[in-house]
């Protein structure tokens, strides 16, 4: 394949990335005549949601292409933007080919937002799904069991199929493939940066959320076939850098590729986590649901939205490093979201212990202006570079 047909492929996740009003989604319906259901970013049961003749779509606010216009009469100025650009976008239509949304437990705002959407939109189906605290089986997980029934049962009530434990198990295998391809793509980076630029993954992510699984495969494997023999793609002598803070609302495309061009080779992120939420494929033999409970209480990804003793918050991040081979991190998590702020004191104390480079700044999803990011991103990789040089010299 030539680099010609990788900017091809990339176009189209792009293409989907900008499509605000689902139009993909809109021709699956007409071809499917399935139900489609929204969910907001982190974990969400997909499997779920698919076994039933479902398509899960994620929603991850409007971007830097929405206009605010109503969305910002429903939070205080003080509140993150995500929950107003996704308002906005079911307020203007753009959201009207979903038949319900699930709202995950992230943080008081998605609550609220869930709220809001049952108040606005009392004919669609809008689910508030709660996941544990407690990880013990007997008590999270007989309690996730039964709210991933309670979600199954409401969706049949919507038209969805009943859910049945083959269909759900072979949605299940249909998700640990994509998964596995998404990791393989992350080792890749961490491998060869070079090869797989993290704005390319990033809307290769981002298409997976309104496509169907198989047709993401498809993208995905096209991708790395051509990554894997252009020979154009050489190394250049920039920063290895973990970014975290990102799991939810999403920083501006601009941002990422500017981050790169300011020197840094993203080796591991926190873009889209609800692709890579099961560090291990969920197991398949046995009770389905049981497996899809037990794996997001013991195989889930680390993350501020998940309770964890503080001593050992900081502890995930500097395996990170240390996994990736990152020479520093770049705390880059969007204004006013709590989760990953309150964390962010903890985890530098932690990397800060270990001599670990670090520098931190803040987004919104439609933040425009990227030159004082790029010259602080950019002194960062600098100096990184010139300190690992002046040791090793
Ligand atoms: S960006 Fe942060 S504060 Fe805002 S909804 Fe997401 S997790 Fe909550």
Known sequence: ????????????????????????????KAEHKGLAIGFMPIWAPRELIHAQGGLPVGIMGGGEDVEIIKGDAFYQSYICHIPRSTIELALNGS?????GMVFPAICDVIR???????????????????????????????????????????LEQRGARKL?????????????????????????????PWKVPTWELYLLLRAGLVMPVEEHDHLLDQYRAAVEVDHERRPMDQARVVLTGSFCEQPPLGLIKTLERAGCYIVDDDFVQVGRWFDKPVELAGDPLDNLVHSFLTDSLPSPTRYEDSDQKGQELVRRVEASRAEGVLFCAPSFCDPALLDQ????????????????????ENTGQFQVIREQAGTFADSIKLFSEAVTA
């Open 1 to 28: 394949m030539s680099a010609a047909e990788i900017r091809a492929l990339i176009e189209k996740a792009e293409e989907v990335y900008r499509d605000l009003r689902l139009e993909s989604v809109r021709r699956w």
């Open 345 to 364: 004191p903890m985890a530098v104390r932690a990397i800060e212990e270990r001599g670990i480079p670090w520098t931190a700044f803040k987004y919104a």
């Open 95 to 99: 959201l009207d080919c979903l038949d």
């Open 112 to 154: 609220n937002l869930s709220g809001i959407w049952k108040l606005r939109f009392p004919e669609r189906l809008s689910r508030y799904f709660d996941v544990p605290q407690d990880f013990d089986p007997e008590v999270g997980g007989a309690f996730m069991r039964r709210e991933l029934e309670e979600l199954a049962h409401e």
């Open 164 to 192: 049945e434990p083959m269909a759900l198990r072979r949605s299940i295998a249909a998700y640990n493939h994509n998964r596995a391809r998404i990791q393989g793509l992350y080792d890749l980076r961490r491998r060869e």
